[in-house]
Nanobody
């Protein structure tokens, strides 16, 4: 079983920054990729950014140039640095961990961008 825990959400003003963290533990066999998804009220969950075990990254167009995903492979830890936040970035952010046999999600962390 894989445990996934996110942290770092909160309330920030437009233009501000937040850093999300995700820690994965448990029975992780051949971790392939980790990613951040978000879901705003009334909307579907969408990919924000992802990073493979080789370090290849992928970003949603809406966050390119503002968000940066990074990862510490040896610790199964991932980060999302979010700069120049906008009200439309408000959502619950979820960490996803995809390994050879498993696809695991965290409980989510709320990010609210508001003045």
């Amino acid at each position: 079983q894989v445990q996934v825990v996110e942290s770092g959400g909160g309330l920030v003003q437009p233009g501000g920054s937040l850093r999300l963290s995700c820690a994965a533990s448990g029975s992780i066999f051949k971790l392939k990729a980790m990613g951040w998804y978000r879901q705003a009220p009334g909307k579907e969950r969408e990919l924000v950014a992802a990073i493979t075990s080789d370090g290849d990254t992928n970003y949603a167009d809406s966050v390119k140039g503002r968000f940066t995903i990074s990862r510490v492979n040896a610790e199964n830890t991932m980060y999302l640095q979010m700069n120049s936040l906008k009200p439309e970035d408000t959502a619950v952010y979820y960490c996803n961990v995809r390994a050879f046999y498993t696809n695991s999600w965290g409980q989510g962390t709320q990010v609210t961008v508001s003045s």
